[in-house]
């Protein structure tokens, strides 16, 4: 089974930051993008940060300049770095990747579980 585990979010005063973490473990032989997407109650999901296999990177508009979107292939895992948070970044926030479990699989889609991030004013 191929699962994502994510860590780092809580509650973080405007202004700080928090580095979120995202292991992918399980049968997998690659892994293509991985990114991170947020979710408001009432709102759609969106993409916050995307990173490709490649290294190339993805942010939403509204981030930029302060969220750092990062990947070590080797273990497997995909980080998110926010800085200078705000109230409007309050969302949980949700991992993906892109993972084929050997050579000859297409790439499927795989979710983590979701981590609260709290900005307080």
């Known amino acids: 089974q191929v699962q994502l585990v994510e860590s780092g979010g809580g509650l973080v005063q405007a202004g700080g930051s928090l580095r979120l973490s995202c292991a992918a473990s399980?049968?997998?032989?690659?892994?293509?993008?991985m990114g991170w997407y947020r979710q408001s109650p009432g709102k759609q999901r969106e993409l916050v940060a995307r990173?490709?296999?490649?290294?190339?990177?993805n942010y939403a508009d509204s981030v930029k300049g302060r969220f750092t979107i990062s990947r070590d292939n080797v273990k497997n895992t995909v980080y998110l770095q926010m800085n200078t948070l705000k109230p409007e970044d309050t969302a949980v926030y949700y991992c993906?990747?892109?993972?084929?479990?050997?050579?000859?699989?297409?790439?499927?889609?795989?979710w983590g579980q979701g981590t609260q991030v709290t900005v307080s004013s």
């Open positions: 990173v490709t296999s490649g290294g190339s990177t």
């Open positions: 993906n990747a892109g993972v084929t479990r050997t050579r000859w699989e297409p790439f499927s889609n795989y």
């Open positions: 399980g049968s997998i032989f690659s892994i293509n993008a």
